[in-house]
Structures are given as C-alpha cells and as structure tokens.
T-cell receptor, first 116, second 114 residues
Framework: DAGITQSPRHKVTETGTPVTLRCHQTENHRYMYWYRQDPGHGLRLIHYSYGVKDTDKGEVSDGYSVSRSKTEDFLLTLESATSSQTSVYFC???????????????FGQGTRLTVV | AQSVAQPEDQVNVAEGNPLTVKCTYSVSGNPYLFWYVQYPNRGLQFLLKYITGDNLVKGSYGFEAEFNKSQTSFHLKKPSALVSDSALYFCAVVFSGSARQLTFGSGTQLTVLP
C-alpha cells in the first residue's frame, strides 16, 4: 500500500480519554491527510498537511488536532474522545508533483476506533 | 469552497452491460479529478485521474472517465461490467493550488448482478 502504515489498526477507548493515531510513510510525499469514513457520509477530511509543521483544517476538524514534526509522520489526536468519534480513520499521502504528476493519493489500511 | 457530488448512492447493473457512475464537482480554478474504488474492509485504491489534456481518461481494470468542463462532471464508465467490479466508488477533487486539499464525494455502491 505505497509505503503507508497506520497504527494502531484497531482501538477501543473510553469516553473522555485522549487518543493518538499515527500515520507513517516511507515515500517522502509532501501531502498527508486524515479522513474519517462513516456510513452515508463517504470520506470526510479532518486535517491535512502540506509540509512539515504546515497543517490546515478540513470539514470535520472539531475535537481533533494534528502534528507533523517530520515528513514521514502525521499524528491525529482526539483530545477527549466522544462516542461520535467512533469511526474508521484513513490516512492518505500524495506527492502533489508539479505539472500534475504524482498527484494521486495513496491510502493506508485504516484504523477502526470505537469509543465506549 | 470545493465540493464533489455523487448523486446516486446505489447503482445496479447486469454483468456484461455498460456501467456509469456519476460525479459532479464545484471548484474554482482548474480541478484535478480522481476516481477511487474501495473493497470491503480495505483502504481506497486509485483508479484514474484527470489533470489536463484529453477529456477521456483511461485507468485501471478497464475503467474510463470523461471530463466535461461545461457540465462540471467527471463520470466513471466501463463498457462491460463484471461481477468483480462490485464495490464502493468515490470521486474526488483537488484544486490546483498550493494546499492540495483533497475532497471526496459520498460514494456510490456499485452492484453488478450475474
């Protein structure tokens, strides 16, 4: 899967606890994304990064924060988990190359998070 | 703001018949457009993309898509559907700006009936 590793793959946590999901890439791609997938909603963008320490919010960023201190790692933190954050989380990477090359995104296998 | 719409939640087609999965977009500037496929309990796989040039683009597994700027559409097509094409299909758009925000549609479940 294009050198993307998400960890953990599955997690059950209690309401109110902080949770951090990790996305690690070995492709040296500039752009990294976090999505959540829920039935009927497709993939919704939470946060994305366009470089080290350069991040921006997506459409469903409330309750989430991210950090990217080096090219290969993009961390997603649920500051205080709620049941509404039970979902499948996907990380994606893209080279975003100039002239349209290397623009497609590649996805990790996903993390299934359950908040009880 | 950029957005993508997939007007059909579900598309059913008989094996051997042509299939179309619809996608329309709204974005300022020049869009990059993509189709992805997702099989159960898997991540998304890239199928094809439109960046510039020929409006008809060909991708993996015999799929193709036609970019129509006037209708702001990018419909996915295949001349002859296979049962194995049954999956969830997503359209996505990126505005060709520096931030490369990648936005997905809500997905279309394609079922090919034997």
């Amino acid at each position: 899967d294009a050198g993307i590793t998400q960890s953990p793959r599955h997690k059950v946590t209690e309401t109110g606890t902080p949770v951090t999901l990790r996305c690690h890439q070995t492709e040296n791609h500039r752009y990294m994304y976090w999505y959540r997938q829920d039935p009927g909603h497709g993939l919704r963008l939470i946060h994305y990064s366009y470089g080290v320490k350069d991040t921006d919010k997506g459409e469903v960023s409330d309750g989430y924060s991210v950090s990217r201190s080096k090219t290969e790692d993009f961390l997603l933190t649920l500051e205080s988990a709620t049941s509404s954050q039970t979902s499948v989380y996907f990380c994606a990477i893209s080279g975003g190359g100039g002239g349209g090359s290397n623009t497609e995104a590649f996805f990790g296998q996903g993390t299934r998070l359950t908040v009880v | 703001a950029q957005s993508v719409a997939q007007p059909e939640d579900q598309v059913n087609v008989a094996e051997g018949n042509p299939l179309t999965v619809k996608c329309t977009y709204s974005v300022s500037g020049n869009p990059y457009l993509f189709w992805y496929v997702q099989y159960p309990n898997r991540g998304l796989q890239f199928l094809l993309k439109y960046i510039t040039g020929d409006n008809l683009v060909k991708g993996s597994y015999g799929f193709e898509a036609e970019f129509n700027k006037s209708q702001t559409s990018f419909h996915l097509k295949k001349p002859s559907a296979l049962v194995s094409d049954s999956a969830l299909y997503f359209c996505a758009v990126v505005f060709s700006g520096s931030a490369r925000q990648l936005t997905f549609g809500s997905g279309t479940q394609l079922t090919v009936l034997p």
